[in-house]
């Protein structure tokens, strides 16, 4: 499991993900109505808005919300046209970041991200500069607690995974983009429960931090992950379980 997802999942167990669950309807609702946007409002035929319904599903989002991120998407209802933008820098130690935003104002969101990068000693970079360190993949997350490794090797594998591994009480299983919502349904059709799953961006390698440099690190991660703009935020970062957890208490 890469660095940033360590992150997330202990997050997670702390309670703090999520905390803010107005932010992130509103994360999701945009990625609802960008994606309806580009594929049209038919999840079935556009597989970035069925990825992203079940995500809100998966986050509780009530029903009317999401149709009407679609409608708003399709144009049925008036709604803010969004632009899908990447940035690319580094942070503490050269650690390779790359940031996704929908942003109704490119200018006052380019400024931002600057801004957070050199707060917290990093630079933005080059479109390009570091998207060659990171591979497409969908990452689902199941709770290990519910269902043993070789039953769920068995499912996902023959829905189209490619990997799965155990980090602490969580499985995750790696998939190709393609194959994301086949191996989800085929999870939940034998009554195990997901914890999340979504299109992700997994670093080839990744960059060692110590003590204060990951404290720096977690830091940018954060303020990039708590800005408005921002829907995704990748980076190729490895901390030590035992500093994750000092510096998530």
């Known amino acids: 499991m890469s660095g940033h997802s360590k992150w997330a999942t202990i997050k997670r167990k702390k309670g703090k993900a999520d905390a803010e669950r107005g932010k992130v309807f509103t994360k999701l609702i945009k990625e609802i109505t960008v994606a309806a946007r580009a594929g049209g409002g038919d999840a079935d035929a556009n597989p970035r808005l069925r990825t992203a319904m079940a995500a809100a599903k998966a986050a509780n989002m009530p029903q009317d919300n999401i149709k009407r991120a679609v409608q708003k998407g399709t144009g049925e209802l008036p709604g803010v046209s969004y632009d899908e933008v990447t940035y690319e820098g580094y942070g503490p130690a050269g650690v390779a970041v790359y940031v996704i935003v929908l942003t109704d104002n490119k200018n006052r969101t380019v400024a931002d991200i600057r801004h957070l990068f050199s707060k917290y000693n990093g ?14 993949q969908g990452i689902v997350q199941v709770d290990s607690t519910i269902c043993d490794e070789d039953t769920l090797m068995e499912i996902v594998l ?14 995750e299983v790696i998939t190709p983009p393609e194959d994301l919502e086949n191996v989800r349904v085929a999870i939940e059709a034998k009554s195990i429960s997901v914890i999340s799953a979504e299109i992700s961006l997994i670093p080839q390698n990744t960059v060692k931090l110590e003590e204060k440099q990951a404290e720096t690190m977690l830091k940018l991660y954060e303020a990039l992950e708590e800005n408005d703009d921002v829907q995704n935020v990748y980076a190729n970062f490895d901390i030590d379980d035992s500093i994750l957890e000092k510096l998530a208490g």
């Open 123 to 136: 630079n933005l970079g080059e479109n390009g500069c570091v998207a060659w360190m990171f591979d497409k």
């Open 158 to 171: 023959d829905a189209g995974a490619s990997d799965l591994s155990q980090q602490g009480d969580i499985f």
